[in-house]
């Protein structure tokens, strides 16, 4: 098992990946994960990762996690006969996805060291705006990533509100990209952006 959910007796939820907490739900994807295709081409295992949601890109790949069937347009199940294909019948296998943004990729290795203690975007080139951002960010625990990725992406942007309002709702691939981004950008200009 990947994550644990745990209950505290007045209610309160979290999840312990790894040796990592994680106490907000919408920071989790149950039952609708991403996946990596190409991860499903080479691997041919599912890694615990894809149900985070700010892990919206593929370290190993480059690439954007897909969420939804091409074929059928249903969200990925996690409750599917095959980890390789759809309930419909779609294979993922030969499914490519856009290469994905910077931030994006830094933000899953940095994931990817929390979780299984290994980087794999350290040898590639980043501009230094980026760079700066993921040192201070590498100093986080996984829950204060996300709640650092989450307030400064979403709750602090006001020049372009995105489509996840403050009700909590988990952000599609496409929106933690968005909140991502909006993240990087606000850290990248600190402490001029805060003026």
Known sequence: LFGIEYRS???GRKWQIADQWVTKDYFVRAGHP???PACLR???FLRGQWDLTFY???SLHSQRLLETCPACRRPVSAHRARIDACN???SFLSDETPPA???ALWLASLVDRRVTNTI???TRQTSEKTGRVVDRLALLDLDALFKTIWFFGHCFTTNNPLQTGHGRQKPSV???LQIIGAAFDVLGDWPDSFI
């Open 88 to 90: 419909c019948g779609h």
């Open 120 to 122: 794999h975007r350290a």
């Open 56 to 58: 919206a890109a593929c």
């Open 101 to 103: 943004p910077e931030e």
């Open 174 to 176: 496409d929106a933690a």
């Open 42 to 44: 080479s691997e041919g």
């Open 34 to 36: 991403a996946i990596c």
């Open 9 to 11: 007796e007045d209610g």
